[in-house]
Protein backbone atom coordinates (compact mmCIF):
# COMPACT_ATOMS: atom_id res chain seq x y z
CA UNK A 1 0.00 0.00 0.00
CA UNK A 2 1.10 3.20 -0.88
CA UNK A 3 0.12 6.62 1.10
CA UNK A 4 1.77 9.10 -1.64
CA UNK A 5 1.45 12.72 -0.50
CA UNK A 6 -1.51 12.40 2.13
CA UNK A 7 -0.31 12.05 5.38
CA UNK A 8 0.66 15.70 6.26
CA UNK A 9 -2.82 16.86 5.07
CA UNK A 10 -4.26 14.62 7.97
CA UNK A 11 -4.37 16.09 11.10
CA UNK A 12 -2.70 13.65 13.87
CA UNK A 13 -6.32 12.18 14.63
CA UNK A 14 -7.11 11.30 11.50
CA UNK A 15 -3.64 10.19 11.06
CA UNK A 16 -3.97 8.16 14.17
CA UNK A 17 -7.62 6.59 12.56
CA UNK A 18 -6.32 5.58 9.22
CA UNK A 19 -3.07 3.50 10.89
CA UNK A 20 -5.76 1.47 13.13
CA UNK A 21 -7.98 1.04 10.37
CA UNK A 22 -5.24 -0.08 8.03
CA UNK A 23 -3.66 -2.45 10.98
CA UNK A 24 -7.44 -3.75 11.51
CA UNK A 25 -7.95 -4.14 7.59
CA UNK A 26 -4.29 -4.98 5.82
CA UNK A 27 -1.58 -5.30 8.17
CA UNK A 28 0.69 -7.36 8.69
CA UNK A 29 -0.35 -8.85 5.69
CA UNK A 30 0.39 -5.86 3.23
CA UNK A 31 3.70 -3.52 3.10
CA UNK A 32 2.92 0.04 3.76
CA UNK A 33 4.61 3.18 1.99
CA UNK A 34 4.60 6.66 3.08
CA UNK A 35 5.77 8.58 0.68
CA UNK A 36 6.38 12.29 1.73
CA UNK A 37 7.66 15.60 0.88
CA UNK A 38 10.27 16.72 3.47
CA UNK A 39 11.05 19.72 2.67
CA UNK A 40 8.90 22.92 4.78
CA UNK A 41 5.43 22.49 4.20
CA UNK A 42 2.81 25.14 5.46
CA UNK A 43 0.76 22.23 6.97
CA UNK A 44 0.38 21.54 10.79
CA UNK A 45 2.73 18.71 10.44
CA UNK A 46 5.67 17.91 7.63
CA UNK A 47 5.96 14.93 6.09
CA UNK A 48 8.48 13.35 8.24
CA UNK A 49 6.59 14.39 11.56
CA UNK A 50 3.30 12.32 9.94
CA UNK A 51 5.26 10.00 8.74
CA UNK A 52 6.75 8.79 11.98
CA UNK A 53 3.59 9.80 13.77
CA UNK A 54 1.69 7.12 11.12
CA UNK A 55 4.65 4.78 12.38
CA UNK A 56 3.98 4.92 15.76
CA UNK A 57 0.74 4.14 15.79
CA UNK A 58 1.13 0.99 13.56
Partial sequence: MV????????????I???AETIEA???PA?????V???GAAD???DGR???D???RRL
Fill in 53 to 55: LFA
Fill in 30 to 34: CRIVP
Fill in 49 to 51: KAA
Fill in 16 to 18: SSL
Fill in 43 to 45: ETL
Fill in 3 to 14: LSEVLYFLPPAE
Fill in 36 to 38: NWL
Fill in 25 to 27: RGA
